[in-house]
């Protein structure tokens, strides 16, 4: 049997082919159930024993010879397209990161990212809850009993339940304290912690929209007492405000999850309309804060009698208006590009309490 003609003639069409398409067919006409080298092997066997030894091994030969060139035919095709693809596919990657000028980091994001921050570097984990919350985490296990006047006058969202569902109502959160709960239920003593996130109250006005941000924080070990509250405050002050001098007031105040419970004004002045932090005559609230109540200890599932903390809470937006002299908090929600232009902060400038927050 002379496989030389076939053998020519495939390779022949092999090297021509100008695609994987043509390639393929070549092989179905040479190896396909009814190609001519398969034809031919079906012939072996009407041949002699000794017809079948040499053309047996010389067909075999012949078809993996075939294989190969299709083989190498595809690879080199493929190779090609690639050649040719990124000759117009390519990326400079030496080209500065254009895009990321286009938008800004939002003052509540820039703001949490550098409370987060410097809270890190005092030991704090961060955590979140959900923003729809049972009464229960959201009040009851705040000591904020049913009749508390603090329900109303956090002028609460309540969520309806379904038709015949005598449930109480879910809540919006109206503040981030219930996940001190969620944490020390989840997590036990000691704990650390501060949790960032949205709140909802119905109110609308210069200085109040019915979403805002609140931060809120806690530290519960065996011997935390008041003045460790004070310290980490003033620590945490001091590198938020980026100014020389500032100076915090604690004044006896009342929560029900406190006890006892302090609010902290900041020194600041009003000069010609403007505020300034760090000097003057005048003092602006900016947190509450006080040693967890025994009984939302308990609620969250820790014993009073063994372990104590702190916790407090404060306004995002208002830190980020405070510092960065931004005068409507309406502003902040209003997706004003101008707005966002001209506070927004730099994407790629993530603060860290080391290289710089708000450089
Ligand atoms: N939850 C309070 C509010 O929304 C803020 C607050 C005050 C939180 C004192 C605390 C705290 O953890 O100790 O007005």
Redo the contacts with the bound molecule.
């Keep these: 049997m002379d496989l030389s003609d076939l053998r020519g003639k495939y390779l022949g069409q092999i090297g021509d082919a100008a695609d994987e398409a043509s390639l393929e067919a070549v092989r179905v006409a040479a190896l396909g159930k009814k190609g001519e080298v398969s034809l031919k092997m079906r012939e072996l066997g009407k041949m002699t024993p000794e017809e079948r030894q040499t053309a047996g091994p010389a067909l075999n030969a012949l078809k993996d010879e075939l294989n190969n060139a299709i083989a190498a035919g595809k690879a080199s095709l493929a190779d090609a397209a690639l050649a040719e693809r990124l000759k117009t596919e390519w990326l400079d990657v030496t080209l500065s990161p254009r895009p990321t000028q286009q938008g800004s980091i939002h003052p509540v994001s820039q703001v949490t990212e550098e409370v987060t921050a410097i809270f890190g570097e005092l030991g704090f984990g961060v955590k979140e809850g959900p923003q729809i919350e049972t009464d229960w985490y959201n009040f009851d296990a ?1 000591n904020i009993p049913a009749e508390h006047p603090t329900r109303t006058e ?1 002028d609460t969202f309540y969520m309806k339940r379904g038709e015949g569902d005598d449930r109480p109502p879910h809540v919006l959160r ?4 219930p996940v ?1 709960i969620r944490g020390m239920l989840n997590d036990g003593a000691p704990a650390r912690f501060i949790c960032p996130g949205r ?1 909802y109250r119905a109110d609308y006005d210069q200085t109040h929209t019915p979403m805002f941000h ?1 931060l ?3 530290a519960i070990d065996k011997d935390i007492s008041m003045a460790n509250l004070k310290w980490c405050l003033e620590e945490f002050c001091r590198a938020f405000f980026e100014v020389e001098g500032i100076e915090l007031r604690f004044r006896a ?1 009342h ?1 029900p ?2 006890e006892p ?1 302090a ?1 902290v004004d900041i020194r600041c002045s009003w000069g010609g309309g403007q505020l300034k932090i760090g000097a003057g005559d005048d003092w602006m609230e900016i ?4 040693m ?1 109540h025994p009984k939302v200890l308990q609620a969250g599932g820790i014993d009073p009698d063994q372990w104590q903390g ?6 995002i937006d208002r830190l980020a208006m405070l510092k960065y002299g931004i005068p409507d908090l309406r502003a902040f929600f209003d997706s004003d590009l101008r707005w966002l232009k001209h506070y927004g902060f730099a994407a790629l400038d993530v603060p860290t309490a080391h290289g710089g927050l708000s450089a």
């Design positions: 705040l956090m109206t503040h981030t304290s001190q709140v609140q809120e924080g806690l105040s929560f999850f406190t419970s609010e947190l509450g804060s006080g967890i702190f916790a407090f809470g404060m306004g």
